[in-house]
């Protein structure tokens, strides 16, 4: 059973910078890709980030210049650094780990979301 638990969500301004962390509790975490994905009210989830356990990344084109993606495979943690961020960006934010270790495999286990608000 593999749990996933989000944190760093929070209320920024416009320019502003967050970093989400996500905790991995459960066997072979360390082993699968792991990333992000948000949805914004009204509308589909996206993938924003999937990182590899030997750190291939990939990152939503559209925001490849302001989100970093990066794990700790000793802790079983994935980060998602924000910056720059603008009011488009709110929305919650979803860690997953997948069901396998390629960077576009499916997400099998979720967490339960953390929101990010952007805005004056």
């Known amino acids: 059973q593999v749990q996933l638990v989000e944190s760093g969500g929070g209320l920024v301004q416009p320019g502003g910078s967050l970093t989400l962390s996500c905790k991995g509790f459960?066997?072979?975490?360390?082993?699968?890709?792991m990333g992000w994905y948000r949805q914004a009210p009204g509308k589909q989830r996206d993938l924003v980030a999937a990182i590899t356990p030997g750190n291939t990344k990939s990152v939503k084109v559209s925001l490849k210049d302001r989100f970093t993606v990066s794990r700790d495979n000793v802790n079983d943690v994935v980060y998602l650094q924000m910056t720059s961020l603008q009011p488009e960006d709110s929305a919650v934010y979803s860690c997953?780990?997948?069901?396998?270790?390629?960077?576009?495999?499916?997400?099998?286990?979720w967490g339960q979301g953390t929101q990010v608000t952007v805005s004056s």
């Open positions: 997953y780990s997948a069901a396998g270790d390629l960077v576009n495999s499916p997400p099998e286990h």
């Open positions: 459960g066997s072979n975490v360390y082993r699968n890709t």
